[in-house]
Nanobody
Framework: QVQVVESGGGLVQAGGSLRLSCAAS????????MGWYRQFPGKQRALVET???????NYADSVKARFTISRDNAKNTVYLQMDSLKPEDTAVYYC????????????????WGQGTQVTVSS
């Protein structure tokens, strides 16, 4: 029943910005770490940024100067602000949530979104 849905991807010119959103829904007792990953064609999914429930971030070195992760626990949503985008940022971006579901939070699971395409043109 629990799912996460990404939005905000699209086509942007190099040097531009995008703001990705990821909203978790369903019977959620608690959201723990949430994060963003990306996958290039023919390659494995890789970390972009993650953030703990308390707001502590973890960055990939390749994006730490340009991307900023944040979250709004009241909305069960995590964001990724992407600035100074480069063509090499072109990928499918996936949201990930470590959560506890149900009334008691007894069941803990990792949930992935379906991804949103980000394309940066030269």
């Amino acid at each position: 029943q629990v799912q996460v849905v990404e939005s905000g991807g699209g086509l942007v010119q190099a040097g531009g910005s995008l703001r990705l959103s990821c909203a978790a829904s369903g019977s959620i007792f608690r959201l723990n770490d949430m994060g963003w990953y990306r996958q290039f064609p023919g390659k494995q999914r890789a970390l972009v940024e993650t953030i703990t429930n308390g707001g502590n971030p973890n960055y990939a070195d390749s994006v730490k100067a340009r991307f900023t992760i944040s979250r709004d626990n009241a909305k069960n949503t995590v964001y990724l602000q992407m600035d100074s985008l480069k063509p090499e940022d072109t990928a499918v971006y996936y949201c990930n949530a470590d959560l506890q579901e149900g009334i008691t939070g007894y069941s803990r699971k990792i949930v992935w979104g379906q991804g949103t395409q980000v394309t940066v043109s030269s």
